[in-house]
């Protein structure tokens, strides 16, 4: 269950600052901040996740391909052989663990009363390119704060502060407070590549601080990857579900 694990906290951290997107502003006086995003029709990733939490650290090797607003699909190597694959669309994510040998089905309705607050692939999506999660709105704060603009947006039960570095105008950490439980959530972006006409950021790193059986308790996962592509010729997700494994 460790690659299950993994994979789901990974991607599940990785939009627990997310909401529902906000409809666009009819003020006609409203200027949102410029921020730089990643807009790409295909995207292909190999990357190094370090995952640990008070009951476990791994590591594994991933790759990642990406069609937008289509398909993500990925695919988890431990120890030299492919642990487990996933497959997330706008309405499912499936994920076939090879370890377990067995397929698990969620669908975001699912996912969202889970983790109590709405996820979509839309969510999951933006933060894979490393680009604002929530659209910019007239009643958001901003403010600069030494190097940074600072974005400020209520979002219910969870406070939201997005940083934005003054020199390249790109997303560069988040910090997500939630006020019932005061469990925070820190997402950094760092060493920012060229690829092709965008800035693209090569390292990340998922901070959950919590409260676990009345102890303070902490996920983080830290991304490293090592090559990041725009390819141009059509992108292929390899799919399929072994019919002796177990499905739940």
């Given at each position: ?91 499912t994510?499936?994920?076939?663990n ?46 600069q ?17 997005n ?15 939630e ?70």
């Open positions: 269950m460790k690659i299950n694990k993994m994979l789901f906290a990974g991607l599940l951290l990785a939009v627990t600052f997310s909401a529902c997107k906000r409809p666009p502003s009819t003020s006609d006086s409203f200027k949102p901040l410029a921020v730089a995003t990643v807009d790409v029709d295909q995207l292909s990733m190999r990357s190094k996740v370090k995952f640990s939490d008070p009951s476990m650290s791994i590591t594994a090797n991933t790759q990642l391909r990406m069609k937008k607003d289509s398909v993500i699909w990925i695919s988890i190597t431990a120890m030299g052989f492919e642990a487990a694959r996933a497959y997330i669309t706008p309405d994510m499936l994920l076939v090879k370890l377990n040998r067995e397929v698990i089905t969620y669908n975001f309705e699912r996912l969202s009363r889970q983790m109590n607050f709405p996820v979509s692939f839309e969510l999951i999506q933006a933060s894979l390119l490393g680009n604002l999660a929530k659209p910019m709105g007239p009643e958001d704060g901003l403010a704060r030494d190097q940074y603009y600072r974005i400020s947006q209520d979002w219910g039960p969870v406070v939201v502060d940083f934005v570095d003054i020199n390249n105008m790109k997303l560069s950490r988040i910090e997500a407070r006020e019932v439980t005061a469990n925070q959530l820190t997402v950094s972006y760092d060493n920012f590549t060229p690829v092709e006409a965008f800035l693209f950021p090569y390292n990340g790193v998922i901070s959950l601080q919590y409260t676990a059986s009345g102890e303070p308790a902490e996920t983080k996962i830290t991304i490293e990857h090592s090559r990041v592509a725009i390819p141009e010729a059509p992108l292929k997700f390899p799919f399929s579900v072994p019919g002796n494994y177990a499905i739940r």
